[in-house]
């Protein structure tokens, strides 16, 4: 688990989440590379928090990274995300916060594309999807 990972907000119910979404969202899981369900999904709309359902990212920021969870290179809005230092596994990485409610969602890298060059890694199980027509 992250060192840094804060507790979900009291005020957010957590009853919803299934055991995967549980460890992830409020213990810093991960999910397996390749497994998530939004990996491959193609479809405009927003992805939100599956916790608190702020929107986080919309499809139109999503590139295929090549890494096993979906990637987006910005966040829908500024304080849409809270980054946190991550310093386990031996390594540091920058953790991906909900802005809202501190559900944990995955990490941010520096190596995505332009125009941001960043790569947003977030696990599916912390996402919820609402499609939507651009």
């Known amino acids: 688990m992250p060192s840094s990972l804060n507790k979900i907000k009291d005020c957010f119910q957590t009853d919803h989440l299934d055991p995967i979404q549980k460890s992830i969202c409020c213990n810093g899981g991960t999910e397996r590379p390749f497994t998530g369900?939004?990996?491959n999904c193609k479809k405009d709309g927003i992805y939100g928090c599956v916790v608190c359902k702020e929107d986080l990212f919309s499809s139109e920021t999503k590139?295929?990274?090549g890494t096993g969870w979906p990637s987006f290179f910005e966040t829908i809005a500024v304080n849409?995300?809270?980054i946190d230092i991550d310093d386990t596994h031996g390594m540091i990485r920058e953790e991906t916060l909900c802005?809202?409610?501190g559900s944990h969602l995955g990490h941010r890298f520096?190596?995505?594309p332009q125009p941001t060059g960043?790569?947003?890694c977030i696990n599916s199980a912390s996402l919820i999807f609402k499609e939507e027509k651009f």
């Open 37 to 39: 369900q939004y990996l």
């Open 63 to 65: 590139f295929d990274s």
């Open 80 to 82: 849409a995300i809270r």
């Open 99 to 101: 802005g809202k409610c």
């Open 110 to 112: 520096p190596d995505g």
């Open 118 to 120: 960043l790569r947003y």
